[in-house]
């Protein structure tokens, strides 16, 4: 069975500072990982995804995470947030066989400040 | 951009009654999901379909829960006998075909709220 972690339930940083969202996962078999935002009052939005090659991957509004195996890691990063990116933010594995569901981590409140 | 979308946004009812919660998939998509959310907690996965099947459902997906997809369309998941916490944000998903299945789009969700 997999599990995911979050650990920082909520997360305040000031606008442009830079933020890291942690994830760790744990698993018996190869996963895929994922980063979803839900801004308030809406459905959830795929941010990026790790399936394989290069264990760092970036989406268009500049956050990128980086896969690392031994550390069983999925951090995601942004050099410097703004208003906008204030958000819940969800990381899922899902298998790489079978049903391709997925299992959530509990979700980390970025709440950026002026 | 295709979307996936649900209906109703938000669904009260009381304790016992039968609710049905209609999604519409991405129009090429095969595999189809619900999941939920419990105010507070983290997203769920309920039961996966798939080939006018179940492929894999959660223990959360008891003798009250079922699922259809009654024409080309629609996905719909139904509680028989809603409780108390059935309470909850519920989401549907879609993925494509067996070459990209790994990526769910998700629906805005459907508020269920029990009294």
């Known amino acids: 069975a997999q599990s995911v972690t979050q650990l920082d339930s909520q997360v305040p940083v000031f606008e442009e500072a830079p933020v890291e969202l942690r994830c760790n996962y744990s698993?018996?078999?190869?996963?895929?990982l994922f980063w979803y935002v839900q801004y308030p009052n809406q459905g959830l939005q795929l941010l990026l995804k790790y399936l394989s090659g290069s264990t760092l991957v970036e989406s268009i509004n500049g956050f990128e995470a980086e896969f690392n195996k031994s550390q069983t890691s999925f951090h995601l990063r942004k050099p410097s947030v703004h208003i906008s990116d204030t958000a819940e933010y969800f990381c899922a594995v899902s298998t790489t066989s079978g049903t391709y569901k997925y299992i959530f981590g509990t979700g980390t409140r970025l709440k950026v400040l002026a | 951009e295709p979307e996936v979308t649900q209906t109703p946004s938000h669904q009260v009812t009381q304790m016992g009654q039968e609710v049905i919660l209609r999604c519409v998939p991405i129009?090429?998509?095969?595999?189809f999901y619900w999941y939920r959310q419990i105010l507070g907690q983290k997203v769920e996965f309920l039961v996966s379909f798939y080939n006018n099947e179940i492929s894999e459902k959660s223990e959360i997906f008891d003798d009250q829960f079922s699922v259809e997809r009654p024409d080309g369309s629609n996905f719909t998941l139904k509680i028989r006998s809603t409780k108390l916490e059935d309470s909850a944000m519920y989401f549907c998903?879609?993925?494509?075909?067996?070459?990209?299945?790994?990526?769910?789009?998700f629906g805005p969700g459907t508020r269920l709220t029990v009294t």
């Open positions: 998903a879609s993925s494509q075909d067996r070459s990209r299945p790994v990526e769910q789009y």
């Open positions: 698993s018996s078999v190869s996963v895929y």
């Open positions: 129009s090429n998509h095969l595999y």
